[in-house]
C-alpha cells in the first residue's frame, strides 16, 4: 500500500489483539478468531504480547469498546511499549479516529491488516493493481482532512474548484479518480487473462479452493510436478497459478487460487474477481482442508459460503482432507461420561463421520509426507475422465 496515504504498522513490532464476544459467540470460539487474528499479525510480522477481549451485546458507537476495557488496554499499551492495537473486527472510520486519540497507537482493524498482507504478498501488476484497488476502495469512507499531500499527486492540471474547495472534498475526488483508473486497468488486464483463458482450448479445468494455507500450493506442486511457492503462512498465493497435468493419458489444466479465510473484505472479493474467475470457469472443484486444524469444520463453511457467493457452488467436487500427518487428539478416559468433543475424536472416527455424510469423494492426505497421493489421483482422474467423455464422446477409445 503507498504508504504516503494509510500509515502502516512496522515490521517486527509488537502488537495487541481485541476481541468483543456477543450473544451469538461463546469464550472458546472468540479465542479460535483471536488465534487466527495472531496468526494475521505474524504473517505480517508483528509480535502478539496479549490478547483482550469484552463481552458486549453490541459494540460501542464511538470506541467499539466500554470505556473500562479502553482504559485497560491504554495502561498496558503504555507500560509496555505496545507498537499496534488490532481489533478483529471491523472499524467504522469514526471509531478508528476516537481509538487511535484515546490510545495514541496506531490502530488497524481486520479488513486493514488483511489489506496490508495482500500488499506485502502481490507480485505481478495484476494483484498489485487489484490490492491497490481493494485499498482505495476501503480508503475512501475514511479519509479525513490528513490526506492533503494527495493533492500534489493528482498535480495541477484539471483540479476543479479554488481555494475555498474543502481538502476532505478534493481528496475524496482524487480517490474516486484513482479507483476509476485501477478499474480500467483491471478491465485490460482481464481482457488478456480472458483471452488466455481461451487460447487454453478445450481441455477440462480444475481449480484448487480452500482456506488460507491449507497446503493447496504443496498438492499443486505434486500433481503438476512444478515448483509453485508454497509456505506455512497466509495468503503465500495471491496469483492464479495454471499448470498443464498429465494423470495417465489424460490431460487437464489444474489452477491453484487465493485461499479463502473468515470475513474476507468484500473490497477484495470485488477487486480479485478475475482471479476468481478461474474458480467460476473451472470444471472441477478440489476443496482442500487442514484436517489437523481444530476449526476446519468453520473453515469448510466459509469456503462453501464463498464459492455461494461468486456463483460456483454447484460444481462437481472433491474434498480432500489434507495434513493428516499433523492430526492430533486426546482419547476420553473410560469413565468420562461428558459429550464428545472435536478434541476427543480419532482421524478414523472423523473418517467415518465425514465420508458417511457427504455424496461427494471425499479423501484422507498428507501433501508433505505424499501419504494417499495415488488414491487422490486415482479420484481426480477418473471425474476428469468422465467429464471429458461427456465433452468429447468420439474420444472414448482413448480409455
Not at 292 to 298: I, P, W, Y
Amino acid at each position: 500500500m503507498n504508504k504516503e496515504l494509510i500509515s502502516t504498522a512496522i515490521p517486527n513490532h509488537t502488537c495487541v489483539l481485541i476481541g468483543v464476544i456477543n450473544k451469538m459467540q461463546n469464550d472458546g470460539l472468540a479465542n479460535e478468531y483471536l488465534e487466527e487474528l495472531a496468526f494475521l499479525a505474524e504473517t505480517y510480522s508483528l509480535k502478539t504480547i496479549k490478547t483482550f477481549t469484552q463481552k458486549l451485546e453490541r459494540p460501542d458507537k464511538a470506541t467499539f469498546i466500554g470505556k473500562g476495557k479502553l482504559s485497560e488496554i491504554k495502561n498496558f499499551a503504555i507500560e509496555n511499549k505496545v507498537d499496534v492495537i488490532i481489533f478483529d473486527d471491523e472499524l467504522s472510520p469514526s471509531q478508528q479516529r476516537n481509538l487511535e486519540k484515546e490510545l495514541g497507537k496506531k490502530i488497524l482493524d481486520r479488513t486493514t491488516l488483511i489489506l496490508e498482507i495482500f500488499e506485502q504478498r502481490a507480485q505481478t501488476a495484476h494483484a498489485k493493481t487489484q490490492v491497490q484497488l481493494a485499498q482505495y476502495q476501503y480508503m475512501l469512507p475514511r479519509l479525513t482532512g490528513m490526506w492533503t499531500h494527495l493533492e500534489r499527486q493528482r498535480g495541477g492540471t484539471g483540479t476543479r474548484g479554488g481555494a475555498g474547495e474543502k481538502e476532505i472534498e478534493t481528496d475524496r475526488r482524487i480517490v474516486r479518480d484513482k479507483i476509476s483508473a485501477l478499474k480500467d486497468r483491471l478491465k485490460d488486464i482481464d481482457k488478456q487473462m480472458a483471452t488466455q483463458r481461451k487460447n487454453r482450448g478445450e481441455l477440462i479445468r480444475v481449480a484448487l479452493v480452500g482456506y488460507t494455507n491449507v497446503g493447496k500450493s504443496t498438492i499443486m506442486n505434486l500433481l503438476s510436478k512444478s515448483n509453485v511457492f508454497a509456505e506455512n503462512k497466509l495468503f503465500a498465493t495471491l496469483d492464479t497459478t495454471v499448470r498443464k497435468v498429465t494423470i495417465e493419458n489424460l490431460f487437464f489444466l489444474l489452477s491453484d487460487t487465493v485461499g479463502f479465510i473468515r470475513k474476507l473484505p468484500t473490497e477484495l472479493v470485488e477487486s480479485f474477481k478475475s482471479t476468481l474467475d478461474e474458480v467460476r470457469e473451472a470444471d472441477v472443484l478440489i476443496h482442500v482442508v487442514d484436517i489437523s486444524h481444530k476449526n476446519f469444520e468453520e473453515h469448510i463453511n466459509v469456503v462453501k459460503q464463498t464459492l455461494q457467493d461468486i456463483g460456483a457452488a454447484d460444481k462437481p467436487c472433491i474434498l480432500v482432507f489434507n495434513k493428516i500427518d499433523a492430526f492430533s487428539y486426546t482419547p476420553k478416559e473410560e469413565d468420562d461420561l461428558t459429550p464428545s468433543t472435536r478434541d476427543n475424536l480419532s482421524l478414523q472416527d472423523i473418517k467415518n463421520t465425514w465420508m458417511k455424510n457427504l455424496n461427494t469423494s471425499c479423501l484422507f492426505v498428507s501433501a508433505q509426507n505424499k501419504e494417499n497421493i495415488d488414491e487422490f489421483k486415482k479420484t481426480v482422474y477418473g471425474l476428469v475422465k468422465e467429464l471429458h467423455i461427456k465433452r468429447y464422446p468420439y474420444h472414448n477409445l482413448l480409455y
